[in-house]
């Protein structure tokens, strides 16, 4: 039921899943969930806006639709973050808006659990992927897309990054199921975190 929401909850349970997974290149610890590191939200939206904002135009071009590319944007999005040596990790799952009955997408922890263990790569991924700073900061370029042709949703409530629980005051519900690169690199067709190590190479060429 939509009344029990609650995103570090269920953010906490979908590390578990990749702990449990033993997928590797995590730096999130369930155990220590609740002293993570906090930033401060304006500090985020700053970088989002001022730097991350043009590498996802360079390389999708925001004027696109960009609805249906949320994994490759947030590969995108970790890399570049990372390279930062922001505490940044890419999550999947699904979203709810407006407390419809059905979510946004089709999947399941399970169903997730299923893909990286038998290293599905093949059809589409029925699945939403973002970008996570500590607790509860979501960066997401692609959603916006989603919201303002499928939803209605006004202009003025599209942001690329917030917090969950801003969201969630405009009945947007991200509901994380599993965490890692790695399931990125099982199920497409390469590794953020090379493109993290490239990032950095061209920082210290600047």
């Known amino acids: 039921m939509q009344s029990n929401y609650n995103y570090p909850n269920m953010l906490k349970q979908a590390i578990e899943l ?78 709810n808006v407006n407390d419809f009955p059905d979510d946004e997408f089709e999947t399941s922890p399970d169903l997730l659990k299923y893909e990286y263990e038998n290293r599905v790569s093949e059809g589409v991924q029925d699945i939403h992927a973002w970008v996570g700073i500590g607790k509860n900061i979501i960066i997401d370029f692609a959603l916006p897309y989603r919201l303002l042709k499928n939803n209605n949703f006004p202009q003025h409530y ?27 690199k099982q199920t497409n067709s390469y590794d953020p975190l090379v493109d993290t190590d490239n990032f950095r190479r061209i920082f210290d060429d600047e």
């Not at 999005?77 to 390279?83: G, H, N, R």
């Open 158 to 184: 599209l942001f690329e990054v917030g917090t969950a629980e801003h969201y969630e005051k405009h009945l947007v519900k991200y509901k994380p199921m599993i965490i890692g690169t790695d399931f990125f």
């Open 18 to 95: 990749s702990e449990e997974l033993k997928m590797p290149n995590i730096e999130w610890n369930s155990k220590k969930f609740n002293s993570q590191e906090s930033y401060a939200f304006k500090e985020i939206e700053k970088i989002i806006k001022n730097e991350l904002h043009h590498i996802i135009d360079a390389r999708f071009g925001l004027k696109n639709y960009l609805g249906n590319s949320c994994l490759n944007i947030a590969a995108t999005s970790f890399a570049y973050l990372k390279a930062l040596d922001l505490d940044v990790e890419m999550i999947y799952g699904d979203v």
